[in-house]
């Protein structure tokens, strides 16, 4: 998995670094107030992002590092899940 995210991250360090967190938070944004499937998928590619450099990243992360991240990551999900399932 290293191997093949190598191009990916090597274009990834190339870029202004606001770029991709600018991109994530219009995905998260957007995939918020549009609702529905669109979505869904919207929030899905920021959320397969953020675990794909979480992935790449655990094996140098101590463990309260760990722990802040995954924490993080399950806050964004439980906000995304009550965000985008309609109140009945």
Known sequence: MEQRS????????RLPV???FLVLLVLMLV????????????VGLALAFILWLLYLSWPR??????LMRATV???FAVVTVTQ?????
């Open 6 to 13: 190598l191009p990916v991250l090597t274009r990834l360090a």
């Open 18 to 20: 606001w770029l991709p």
């Open 31 to 42: 995939g918020g107030f549009v609702g529905g499937a669109v979505g869904w998928v919207l």
């Open 61 to 66: 992360l101590t463990t309260v590092e760990r």
């Open 73 to 75: 990551l399950l806050l």
């Open 84 to 88: 985008l399932v309609p109140r009945g």
